[in-house]
């Protein structure tokens, strides 16, 4: 029987999770089979045990189950302890549970390696303060930003979170409206904003000469938020696809042991991606 692995979400049906590992699978000559399971909202922590109590060897959580999956997890890596979300779960030969977050690699992969964008010495923008948000934070300071401002609707949150990681750099926290008069190299929406097809309010000038904007929704067209920073003079304007399959790339890696090729993958999806989607 092949190795069992598994997406689990509420909604899931829209996810191309099997797809993208389907795909990883046949490139490496892996045997496995991955599908979608929908999570139930009242007992998640069920569903993982009874996944993996039927031979079950990995799965991958999406929204709403990531910070449910980090508490369940009996061990992280300290990606995950620091995203305070876990996107994969394996279970180890001794019947633990450990929790990895690969978002924070899969964004930083597609947006260094894939597109060319140098983080080093940029004054970097993270919109949102929510899961997405927090899982990108360190990654983005390890990658060399000098600054990272985030900015959310709910200024609070976005204020704690910047607590959480001044340790790791120079790191601000504030509301939307305080981004008047500020300029920034790169900014990432980690906000859901897209998905009602939104855009944060923004002042319309926070975007220096030759920045490049992060969307980490993705979509068949442009998203809502590509197009503002088409807009709004973005040197170049990316959607989260590259993202999703380089996230799905690291997990496939832990599991496996061997890293698959993305770009072909991406392609592929490119053509047929669904609208306002994420993870
Ligand atoms: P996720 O796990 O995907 O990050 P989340 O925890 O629900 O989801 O966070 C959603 C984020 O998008 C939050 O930062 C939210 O702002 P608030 O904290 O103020 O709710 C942000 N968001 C959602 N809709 C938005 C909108 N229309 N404009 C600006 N921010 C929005």
Same mark, same amino acid.
């Given at each position: 029987m092949p190795d069992r692995y598994a997406v689990i979400g509420n909604?899931?049906?829209?996810?191309k999770s099997p797809q993208i590992h389907a795909e990883f699978a046949l490139q490496t000559r892996q045997s496995l089979e991955y599908s979608r399971l929908l999570g139930d909202l009242t007992d998640f922590a069920g569903d993982v045990r009874r996944f993996f109590a039927d031979a079950g060897r990995g799965l991958n959580v999406t929204v709403p189950f990531k910070v449910q999956a980090w508490a369940l997890a009996n061990e992280r890596s300290p990606q995950a302890e620091l995203a305070g979300a876990v996107n994969t779960l394996t279970q180890l030969p001794n019947g633990r549970l450990r929790g990895d977050n690969t978002d924070g690699a899969g964004l930083m992969r597609d947006l260094t390696? =894939?597109?060319?964008?140098?983080?080093?010495?940029a004054r970097v923008l993270l919109l949102g303060a929510g899961g997405a948000a927090q899982g990108v934070i360190q990654p983005l300071l390890a990658a060399g930003a000098t600054q990272l401002v985030i900015a959310n609707r709910t200024a609070s949150k976005a204020v704690e979170l910047a607590e959480k990681f001044a340790i790791a750099g120079a790191v601000n926290g504030c509301g939307l409206?305080?981004?008047?008069g500020q300029q920034f190299d790169l900014i990432v929406n980690a906000t859901?904003?897209?998905?009602? +097809?939104a855009v944060p309010a923004?002042? =319309?000038?926070?975007? +220096?000469?030759?920045g490049w904007i992060y969307d980490m929704l993705y979509s068949d067209q442009c998203t809502a938020f590509q197009r503002w920073g088409l807009a709004h003079g973005a040197a170049r304007a990316l959607d989260g696809l590259g993202m999703l399959v380089e996230q799905a790339a690291e997990s496939f890696w832990l599991w496996r042991g061997v890293r698959p090729e993305t770009a072909p993958i991406i392609t592929q999806l490119r053509g047929v991606a669904a609208a306002g989607s994420r993870g």
């Open positions: 909604p899931i049906s829209h996810s390696h =894939n597109h060319g964008f140098d983080v080093r010495g409206e305080a981004l008047a859901s904003a897209g998905l009602t +097809n923004i002042p =319309n000038d926070c975007l +220096n000469a030759g």
